[in-house]
């Protein structure tokens, strides 16, 4: 193996796994640019609360967001990532539903309810609470190759057996009857590292929140903090070396990396398309209305003044391609007043001509002498906030 071959860590604990892991989103990020790693997986427990910090910051330091989660499977864990937007989307609601259908504090999912939502995901088989680990420490083979091959056939060949080595010789006598399942049922292994902090110092803030967790003093809990320092984020040398003997599974998660392509950004919402008449425009119908607004709004006292700030306004509406936004807002405030419900738009929205022609808000802007691009500038590129009150 190249001394320089890049690691790719594919199982990481943030701190919102709760009382589990002792790192920020932006800490192990941090740490993984300064190590010089390429990507990430975030793979909370249960949960993705901490994936769009984790997206921002690893987009600011040009490292790759690979987005996951370690979920409940009964009673067992499975690591699972996106490779798609419809893999993120399935993960999705298996988190929602194991929260949603299990008691308060104890989320799970099904089997039968995972094989409904498989599709776009990468599977790993987890850490030693994983189905297929459990199976191999306590001697059943046989059944460990049934259970990787009913996860074979969920994720239709998406899955790898997750090995690991915190030094630990039960570990390493459990991944000794993995990797030749790997290698008989035609799948990859991987190495992870299973991550819960940053750093090795940090290593004292899990024990805390650890003892935390089980409501005991560290005096107390004995064989319940882990017996040593090891899950911290590894450089790709320190991970090579515990691994010379064999690199198939670090070369694995780069792999594994490259099919996770789905990234946060991709999932900028959509407006809703406004019915426009036959040959007419977002634009040209949203000026209809402003200029329709305008003679009820100011009649005979309209002046060049509001019709250069209306120009104004509207030009800058078209360039950033807002028109349709307006006139789904516009489209909302109409519904409610003609159902009677009471409606007002606020905020910075209060500073456009244009809202107030619209009658979404209810301020004279121009009388006013409030400022526009408070609410709405070029530099934005982006839909303005309009609040609605209801």
Known sequence: MSSDAPYIELHCHSNFSLLDGASSPEELVLRAHDLGHPALALTDHDELGGVVRFAQAAGEMAIGAIIGSELTVGEHHIVLLAETREGYGNLSTLITRGRMDSDRGTPSVSLDLLAQHGRGLFALTGCP?????????????????????????????????????????????????????????????????????????????????????????????????????????KNAAQMRRRWQHDDAGIRATVAIAERCAFRMDQLKPHMPKFPLPA????????????????????????????????????????????????????????????????????????????????????????????????????????????????
């Open 279 to 390: 040959g007419v425009t977002d634009n040209e119908y949203l000026e209809r209305l402003v200029e329709q607004g305008a003679y009820e709004r100011w009649g005979d006292g309209r002046t060049n003044a509001h019709d250069k700030q209306l120009l104004h306004e509207l030009t800058i509406i078209e360039r950033l391609n807002l028109g349709g936004y307006f006139l789904i807002v516009w489209d909302i405030v109409r519904f409610a007043r003609r159902q009677g419900i009471l409606c007002q738009g606020r905020g910075s929205a209060a500073n456009s001509a244009v809202c107030y022609c619209l009658g979404i808000t209810a301020v004279d802007p121009i009388r006013m002498e409030l400022l526009f691009e408070r609410f709405l500038s070029e530099e934005r590129k982006e839909a303005p906030d309009i609040d609605l009150d209801f």
């Open 129 to 233: 609470r994983g189905w297929v680990p459990s199976l191999i420490a306590a001697g059943n083979v046989d059944a460990a190759v049934e259970a990787t091959a009913t996860l074979i056939d969920i994720f239709e060949g998406r899955v790898a057996i997750e090995c690991w080595d915190h030094h630990l010789p039960e570990e390493r006598a459990t991944v000794r009857g993995m990797i030749p399942i790997a290698r008989a049922l035609n799948i990859p292994w991987v190495v992870t590292n299973n991550v819960h902090y940053a750093r090795p110092a940090t290593r004292i803030v899990h024990d805390v929140l650890s003892c935390l967790r089980h409501e005991r003093t560290l005096d107390e809990m004995g064989t319940r903090l882990r017996p040593n320092g090891e899950w911290y984020l």
